[in-house]
């Protein structure tokens, strides 16, 4: 098993079916590991949360989602709050205590039943993990998540970012256009971290929802001059989850985040994943490379009530 696969120290059982859905494994066939991801996934994707992944998330200020909107759009986002905002009463569900944000073009996927994505990550230790469901509205604190599937993930590509600090959320009112203006090029020409939502249906036959972090040095992310975004694909675990989803269903939501301002930018559009690409070569290190064609771009100042010191160099 290669490094970057990183599974999680301790395995459960074994479940009876592999949790890929067509997208997942056509990617999976084509770089060689399909065998292998057919026997890995059921070890290491779990349907409930392991007591280790439990007392992780309770020690989070900030927690990224991906949700669906009515319209069928895909949205990245971050709640926030004290640690201790997010805690698992039980392995079967995750608590999200946190107030409806109107501003947010994520929240009207949040609704009592919807498939959703949950990103846990701490920037200071790099490490992340990973969690779909179905979001229950049973509390008028937030809501709990329903778990469908919860695994690890690697710590590549993460910018070290330490000393969240937070500070009151701005009230200015967000910016909306259908395509980026002069100050989201500017946070994405200088991002060093990117979050993407994206959905498929899974091999259950319902719909999968997954939200994760996307890494590189800054100017990662590329904006042509038609304003589509190009994406490089680097190394990563093989799963394949989001770029599986992306091939399936090419909806896709982009967060970025302004870590000293906390300035948001939120986009969603339409992606193409781009396997044998002519550029490949202007990206160093990737694999492949992926475009997004922005729809609807949301850019909020100040929005994200957390501030962190400078990232340091550790970034892998």
């Not at 020690?59 to 709050?81: C, I, K, N, S």
């Not at 994406?231 to 675990?237: H, I, K, S, W």
């Not at 990206?283 to 957390?306: D, Q, S």
Request: positive net charge.
């Amino acid at each position: 098993m290669s490094p970057t696969d990183c599974p999680s120290r301790s395995l459960p059982e074994t479940r009876p079916t592999p949790p890929w859905h067509a997208g997942e494994t056509a990617l999976q066939a084509r770089v060689g590991v399909a065998e292998r991801m057919a026997e890995l996934g059921p070890r290491v994707i779990r349907d409930h949360l392991i007591a280790q992944h439990r007392a992780f998330y309770r020690q989070l200020p900030f927690v990224v989602l991906g949700t669906v909107d009515p319209d069928g759009e895909a949205w990245a986002t971050v709640r926030t709050g004290a640690p201790g905002f997010l805690d698992a009463p039980d392995p079967g569900h995750l608590r999200v205590r946190a107030a409806p944000e109107p501003d947010d073009p994520a929240e009207a996927g949040l609704s009592d039943g919807a498939a959703l994505g949950l990103l846990g990550i701490d920037l200071g230790t790099r490490r992340r993990n990973r969690l779909n469901g179905t979001v229950v509205r049973d509390r008028p604190d937030g809501f709990a998540v329903r778990v469908a599937q919860s695994f690890g993930n690697c710590p590549q590509y993460i910018r070290v970012r330490t000393d969240p600090a937070p500070v009151p959320a701005s009230l200015a009112a967000p910016r909306v256009s259908h395509h980026l203006d002069g100050q989201a090029r500017a946070l994405i020409g200088s991002a060093e971290t990117m979050f993407v939502a994206s959905y498929a249906l899974g091999a259950d036959g319902r719909r999968q929802v997954d939200v994760s972090h996307r890494g590189g040095p800054a100017g990662f992310v590329r904006i042509g001059a038609d304003g589509v975004l190009t994406v490089p694909d680097y190394a990563g675990n093989r799963f394949f989850n989001t770029l599986g989803n992306l091939l399936a269903n090419p909806r896709a939501g982009l967060l970025f985040i302004d870590f000293a301002t906390g300035d948001l930018v939120q986009m969603t559009g339409h992606s193409e994943v781009v396997l044998d690409a002519p550029d490949l070569a202007d990206h160093p290190g990737a694999e492949r490379l992926w475009r997004v064609t922005p729809r609807k771009v949301i850019r909020r100042p100040g929005a994200w009530p957390l501030r962190f010191a400078p990232p340091t160099a550790r970034s892998r």
